[in-house]
């Protein structure tokens, strides 16, 4: 992890998050399963379809209804409309188990008026369930999702448009993401960043930037 200023941390006034595996919690295995019964796949020959295509539709290229005929073509599978709507109803399932502590967190900093924005690499049906089954996204100041402007993490302007909608500096928000090239990306941003590989090291890792004006976060809410 790269050191960073003290001083830089001390100037934080937005926290940024990503969504999968930050706000969210790990995968939910038994969605991944029954999207793989659905499309009667393996578990290896759907991973490489369901990757293969989902930067289109991170992207905007691909809707919900066009990424999942692209997975199920690349499987050599045809999809009628009730299992279109189950795969997304599944996808939405698996990336949907809520990372409880991370949430508290996002509370609390809204509470004391620090101002908190999401930034996600996610697709249009993804969005549309996320936000109709989880109230607490209301409370974001800003949300930046990836499809709606046709660009995604790790390309600098979507940092750039992110910061722009919380009306803060790059270099007064810090940004969480779960991969490594999307932190470095906000880095190159100006953004302070965090990796989030697990709970308790990002206690430590946030810890560890110094003096901040920010709530504490401790390992469990």
Do not use: C
Request: hydrophobic fraction near 45%.
């Amino acid at each position: 992890m790269a050191l960073l200023r003290i001083e830089t941390m001390a100037n934080i006034q937005a926290v940024l998050f990503d969504y999968g595996m930050v706000l969210s919690g790990p995968p939910d295995q038994a969605a991944k399963e029954r999207m793989e019964m659905l499309l009667n796949a393996t578990s290896e020959r759907f991973h490489d379809a369901y990757w293969r295509f989902r930067d289109a539709y991170d992207r905007g290229v691909l809707n919900a209804a066009e990424y999942w005929l692209a997975v199920a073509s690349a499987l050599q599978r045809k999809v009628a409309p009730n299992t279109l709507e189950a795969l997304i109803e599944a996808d939405t399932e698996h990336w949907g188990q809520p990372n409880e502590p991370m949430i508290a967190w996002a509370l609390v900093l809204q509470q004391t008026g620090v101002k908190t924005g999401i930034l996600s690499n996610i697709g249009d049906a993804m969005e549309e369930s996320i936000l109709s089954r989880f109230s607490w996204m209301n409370g974001f100041s800003h949300r930046t999702f990836s499809h709606r402007l046709k660009i995604a993490k790790p390309d600098i302007a979507i940092y750039h448009y992110a910061a722009q909608g919380l009306k803060t500096q790059p270099a007064e928000i810090l940004f969480i993401d779960d991969r490594e090239e999307n932190v470095l990306a906000a880095r190159t941003a100006g953004m302070v960043a965090l990796r989030y590989d697990n709970h308790e090291a990002f206690v430590a890792g946030l810890q560890g930037l110094g003096q901040t004006d920010l709530p504490p976060l401790k390992n469990n809410i």
